[in-house]
C-alpha cells in the first residue's frame, strides 16, 4: 500500500471526534512565540530558585544557557523527585502483540512500507506470553500494537486488555488513537493508563514525516489524552521523540501539554516519557544523532521541576550506562526484560514471529533491574496500585 | 500512663511512620530509633506477590494502619477498603479521597461522604482531610474516629502552614487530631505536639534525610519532648514583661 501525501494533517477525516478544548491551540501558540536563545544566566537562576515554575521558567531550563546549569537542574530534581516519589523506581514491561501498520511514519520500522516481517498473536499466544512475562514478578504491562485499525481492530485489543488484566495489577495500552467512547471500552476492559506520543509538536514537520493513515492528522492525535480521560481513564501518558525536530520546543510543548490537561482534569496522573529516536530495521539513517545524553538529561530535569508530580519514564532504548545513572536522578519508572518483537516472551525455544519497531540497548531482565535500581540506593516497585474499575 | 487512643486501641508512641515512600530501611529505622508502634500502610501496597508485598518488612508487633489512597470517591474508598479488609489489614482505615495529582490535596467533601459510607459498613474510618472545622464536625458525626488535617502539603516538607486552623480543630474537636503530611522537620512535630495534637504522622522528612536512622530518632524524641511540654501546660506567653516585683505590690490587703 502507498499512500500520496494529499490530505492536509490539521483535516480531522471522518469519524474522529471532535472534542472542545483550546489546549492544542495554547501549545501552538507558545511553539510559535518561544526563542530558546532570549534566555540568559539570570532566568535560569530565578526558574530554579522556584517551587511552582511557569512557563517561562520552563523554557528558561530547556534554553541553550540552561546546559550550564545541568549540575544544579539534575541536583535539583533528584531531591524533587524524593521528595514526591520517594526511592521508589516502578518497573514494567511492553508487550507487543501485533506489528501490522496502516500508517506510513518514516522514521518508524514498522511503516507499512518497510519490509518486515508482520504478526499478530492469537488469544493463546497472548496468553503464552503474559503469563511468562508475570512470572518475572512484573505487576505492571503495557499493552501494544502497530497502529492497524483493520487488522488490529478495537474488540481485538480489548480482549488482549482483559486478558492482561487477569495477570497483571496495572494494564495501559499504547495503540493508535481512539475515540471517547472506545477509550472507555477499553476503561471497562481493564486498561487505566493512556500512552499517545505526539512524536513532534511542529505541525509542518509532522506532516513530512507521517506521510499517510490516520496518524497523519495531527490534531485527532494531539487531543487523545483528553479523550482517554474522558472515557475514564485514570492516567495519560505523554512524549515527543526527541530528535525528530528542534528538541527544546519539542520537550517544551510536551511538559505544557500535560501541564494543561493537569489543569484541566486534576485527577488525572501525568505521565511523561523521553525517547529519542533509535535505529530501525532497514534505515540505518536514523539515528539520535543531535539529541546527546546531556540533552536527554537537561529535558529530564526540566520536565521533573516544571511537573514534580508526573511520572517520567526512561525506556530501553538507552543504554545500561545512561539508564543506572539517571534512575537515581528524576525518572520515576523504567522498562526492564523488554523484547520489541512479537511473541519473543513465549519462552525460549519459540521463534519470534514478528520483527520488532527499532532496537533496544538495555535488554537486562527483571531481576537484573531490580539489581540496578537496588545497586542505586532506590527501591525497584512492581505495582502501587488498585484498579478500582470492574473488569473481571 | 499517657497512652495514645485510637479507636479503641492503645498506644506509647504517638509518632506515627507512612510508609508512602517504600523503603524497608526507612520502617526498620523508625521503629527502632523512633519507637514507631503504628505504620500506615497504602492497601494498593499490599495487593502484591508476597516477595514484593510491603507487609513483609513490617514486623508483627507493629499496628497497621491501611488507607484507602488511589481512592477518587467515596465508593472507591469502599471497595479498596473491602479489599483491604479480605486482605486481612483489619476495620480501622485511614480515609484518603484524592481527586488532585497535582498537589494530592484531600477531597474534604468525597471524605466526608467516605467516612458516613465506610462507617455504616462496619469500619472504624480515620479522616484525613483539609483544616476545616466546620467539615470536621461533620466528619464526627458521620463516624470518624480520628481528624488528620494536614499541616500542608505532602511531601513539602513546609511544616505547620495551616498551625491556626489546626489549633481550632484541637479546642473544638473532641477525637484525637493528628497531623498527617506536611511536617519536615523534628521541631514542627514537636510544636504540633506542644499545641496538643494526639499525634503526629511523618514520612518524606525521614526518607529525605542524610542519616534516616538518626532522623527518625531525632523525630521520636521531638515528638515525646512535645507531648511531655503540652501535658506539662505551657507557660503564657506574654507581650509584656512581667516584673518579679509586682508594680501593684504596694496595694495593702
Ligand atoms: S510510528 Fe506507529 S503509526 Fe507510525 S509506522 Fe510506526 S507503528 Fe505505525
Known amino acids: 500500500m502507498k499512500f500520496i501525501q494529499k490530505t492536509d494533517p490539521m483535516e480531522y477525516l471522518e469519524g474522529q471526534e471532535q472534542i472542545n478544548s483550546d489546549i492544542m491551540q495554547r501549545v501552538l501558540e507558545a511553539a510559535n512565540s518561544v526563542e530558546f536563545d532570549k534566555f540568559n544566566a539570570t532566568d535560569v537562576e530565578h526558574a530554579l530558585s522556584k517551587d511552582n515554575l511557569n512557563l517561562n521558567d520552563l523554557q528558561a531550563l530547556l534554553s541553550p544557557v540552561a546546559a550550564n546549569y545541568l549540575e544544579e537542574m539534575v541536583a535539583k530534581a533528584k531531591a524533587t523527585k524524593e521528595r514526591y516519589f520517594g526511592k521508589n523506581i516502578y518497573l514494567f514491561t511492553p508487550q507487543y502483540i501485533a506489528n501490522h501498520c496502516d500508517n506510513n511514519c518514516v522514521y518508524c520500522g514498522f511503516n507499512v512500507n518497510n519490509d518486515i516481517k508482520r504478526a499478530q498473536l492469537d488469544e493463546d499466544d497472548i496468553i503464552k506470553e503474559l503469563k511468562n512475562i508475570a512470572k518475572t514478578g512484573l505487576k505492571e504491562i503495557l499493552i501494544l500494537t502497530g497502529e492497524s485499525q483493520t487488522k488490529t481492530p478495537l474488540s481485538y485489543i480489548a480482549k488482549a486488555c482483559k486478558l492482561a488484566k487477569r495477570y497483571f495489577d496495572i494494564v495501559g495500552v499504547e495503540i493508535y488513537p481512539l475515540n471517547s467512547d472506545e477509550y472507555a471500552i477499553l476503561h471497562a476492559s481493564g486498561v487505566d493508563f493512556v500512552t499517545v506520543f505526539q512524536e513532534t509538536y511542529n505541525p509542518i514537520k509532522y506532516g513530512k514525516i507521517h506521510l499517510g493513515g490516520n496518524k497523519r492528522v495531527f490534531p485527532y492525535r494531539f487531543n487523545a489524552q483528553e479523550r482517554a480521560l474522558m472515557g475514564g481513564m485514570r492516567g495519560v501518558a505523554f512524549g515527543a521523540l526527541l530528535g525528530i525536530d528542534d528538541w527544546r520546543c519539542d520537550a517544551m510543548c510536551t511538559a505544557l501539554h500535560a501541564s494543561l490537561i493537569q489543569a484541566k482534569y486534576p485527577h488525572a496522573e501525568i505521565s511523561i516519557s523521553v525517547p529519542r529516536l533509535r535505529p530501525i530495521i532497514n534505515n540505518n539513517r536514523i539515528n539520535p544523532r543531535d539529541v546527546t545524553e546531556c540533552a536527554l538529561l537537561q529535558v529530564i530535569a526540566a520536565y521533573r521541576l516544571f511537573l514534580p508530580y508526573a511520572n517520567i519514564t526512561l525506556s530501553s532504548r538507552e543504554s545500561e550506562y545512561f539508564r543506572d545513572n539517571v534512575i537515581a536522578l528524576g525518572v520515576t519508572k523504567v522498562s526492564a526484560g523488554v523484547s520489541v518483537g512479537i511473541g519473543e516472551h513465549g519462552g525460549k525455544d519459540d521463534e519470534n514471529k514478528g520483527d520488532g519497531q527499532f532496537e533496544i540497548s538495555d535488554s537486562r531482565d527483571v531481576e537484573q533491574m531490580k539489581n540496578a535500581i537496588k545497586n542505586a540506593g532506590l527501591t525497584p516497585v512492581m505495582s502501587d496500585y488498585i484498579y478500582t474499575g470492574v473488569a473481571k | ?253
Open chain 2, 1 to 253: 500512663m499517657d497512652k495514645l487512643n485510637l479507636g479503641g486501641k492503645l498506644f506509647d508512641s504517638r509518632f506515627i511512620m507512612g510508609s508512602g515512600k517504600f523503603d524497608p530501611e526507612l520502617i526498620s529505622a523508625c521503629i527502632d530509633e523512633a519507637k514507631t508502634q503504628i505504620i500506615t500502610l497504602a492497601i494498593r501496597r499490599v495487593n502484591q506477590d508476597q516477595n514484593a508485598s510491603i507487609t513483609k518488612f513490617i514486623p508483627k508487633n507493629i499496628t497497621l494502619l491501611p488507607n484507602t489512597s488511589g481512592a477518587r470517591d467515596a465508593n472507591e474508598a469502599l471497595r479498596i477498603a473491602r479489599l483491604g479488609k479480605e486482605l486481612g489489614c483489619g476495620d480501622m482505615i485511614k480515609i484518603e479521597v484524592i481527586r488532585d495529582s497535582k498537589f494530592l490535596l484531600p477531597d474534604n467533601y468525597e471524605t466526608l461522604k467516605a467516612i458516613e459510607l465506610l462507617a455504616s459498613n462496619g469500619f472504624i474510618p480515620l479522616a484525613y482531610m483539609m483544616p476545616d472545622l466546620v467539615v470536621a464536625r461533620d466528619m464526627v458525626n458521620a463516624g470518624a474516629a480520628a481528624i488528620m488535617p494536614l499541616a500542608a502539603p505532602i511531601g513539602s516538607n513546609k511544616g505547620l502552614s495551616n498551625k491556626d486552623m489546626i489549633q481550632i480543630l484541637i479546642d473544638e474537636i473532641e477525637l484525637p487530631i493528628i497531623v498527617d503530611a506536611g511536617i519536615g522537620r523534628p521541631s514542627q512535630a514537636c510544636e504540633a505536639m506542644e499545641m496538643g495534637c494526639a499525634a503526629v504522622m511523618a514520612n518524606t522528612a525521614i526518607a529525605t534525610a542524610g542519616d534516616i536512622r538518626v532522623m527518625a530518632r531525632a523525630f521520636g524524641k521531638a515528638v515525646e519532648a512535645g507531648r511531655d511540654a503540652y501535658l506539662a501546660k505551657l507557660g503564657r506567653v506574654q507581650n509584656k514583661a512581667s516584673a518579679s516585683s509586682p508594680l501593684t505590690g504596694f496595694l495593702g490587703q
